[in-house]
């Protein structure tokens, strides 16, 4: 029997700066080929250091867990790469351009609508309530509160 010649998680890891746990997490997600395994450890081939940076690519240009797999996955096997990428990169323009949207009506509001003078919580509510909508400086959102 021939012997598999291969690098260990911990190199994988180690070659990609990641922890083992998320080189794992990669292969749960069937992002990466579940490898071979010698005497119960896997035992990856070289070409997986490859994927594992084209996964992190992905992620440090915002793709999700989900998106990475549709990348991966979620097209035909004909369909090229470059194909794929701009049909991913075109939606995450799009959700970056709404994220970018709301993060300036945020900062608007920040920074020039919180000038309150009220002397309680009931003033200011109502002195806001009086006010028409379209004379208000900035379109308020109002968002839940974190961990409600």
């Not at 070659?15 to 080189?23: H, K, Q």
């Not at 081939?45 to 915002?62: F, H, K, N, T, Y």
């Not at 709301?102 to 509001?109: C, G, N, S, V, W």
Request: charge should be positive; include cysteine; aromatic fraction near 6%.
């Amino acid at each position: 029997m021939k012997a598999v010649a291969g690098m260990s998680i911990g190199r994988v890891a180690q070659l990609c700066g990641l922890a083992p746990s998320a080189i794992r997490y990669y292969e749960n997600a069937g992002l990466l080929p579940k490898p071979a395994r010698v005497s119960g450890r896997r035992c990856y081939s070289p070409d997986v250091i490859g994927r594992v940076r084209l996964l992190q690519l992905a992620r440090e240009a915002g793709f999700t867990i989900v998106e990475i797999r549709t990348f991966v996955a979620g097209f035909s096997a004909t369909t090229p790469p470059p194909i794929r990428w701009r049909t991913l990169a075109e939606r995450k323009l799009a959700q970056i351009g709404r994220q970018m949207e709301q993060l300036e009506r945020m900062k608007a509001l920040l920074e020039s609508s919180f000038h309150c003078r009220c002397l309680s919580i009931d003033e200011c509510a109502r002195m806001i309530g009086e006010r028409p909508r379209q004379a208000q400086a900035v379109r308020l959102r109002l968002l839940p509160l974190p961990g409600r």
